[in-house]
């Protein structure tokens, strides 16, 4: 680089240009298992005990503020997870008090019912390709975002199975 040619460049030295981030549907299935009413090892605030399900709300809570920040255009959908799928708000909205209102409205399985034990999640995913099918004939992309409360392992086996029979089996 020549001892001048720093000065004679014209603009910043780094910029990115301007673009518009595609509109996207989200879709939110949290597991309300009896196990998401567990209380976490950290404590909230004046040492009140906070659970999984507490956790979870406020993630939701931000990162639905996060998106709108970012895109005005995001709209969000809700679903739990208990023995089965079911929908909480199916209307995607980008409205924040819909969002909120959701989100202060779930509450974890009662203590008398046992856990679920292992959901069918092949609901789940026959709603998200309805809706990934509906988002696409309008331009938008669904994201499907699940918050899980039990043992981990246990779903993300289950969760192979479930794609390889809807998809792997779809395509032939």
Not at 12 to 27: N, T, V
Not at 92 to 113: C, D, H, K
Not at 132 to 142: D, E, H, P, T, V
Request: proline residues 3%; glycine residues 6%; charged residues 20%.
């Amino acid at each position: 680089m020549e001892a001048g040619s720093q000065t004679e460049r014209s603009g910043p030295p780094y910029s990115l240009p301007p673009f518009r981030l595609q509109g996207e549907d989200i879709l939110f299935c949290i597991d309300i298992d009896v196990e998401s009413s567990v209380e976490m090892k950290v404590s909230g605030v004046k040492g009140r005990p906070i659970t999984r399900l507490d956790s979870i709300k406020q993630s939701l809570l931000l990162f639905v503020n996060s998106k709108l920040i970012m895109n005005s255009d995001h709209r969000f959908a809700f679903a739990v997870l208990g023995q089965s799928v079911s929908w909480l708000r199916k209307d995607f909205s980008n409205e924040v008090g819909a969002a909120m209102g959701a989100v202060q409205s779930l509450t974890a399985a009662a203590a008398a019912a046992s856990s679920y034990g292992s959901a069918d999640l092949t609901q789940l995913f026959r709603i998200a390709t309805q809706e990934a099918k509906n988002s696409r004939a309008q331009g938008r992309l669904l994201r499907v975002a699940s918050f899980f409360t039990e043992f981990i392992l246990l779903i993300f086996f289950q969760l192979a199975l479930v794609v390889l029979q809807l998809f792997c089996y779809t395509s032939v």
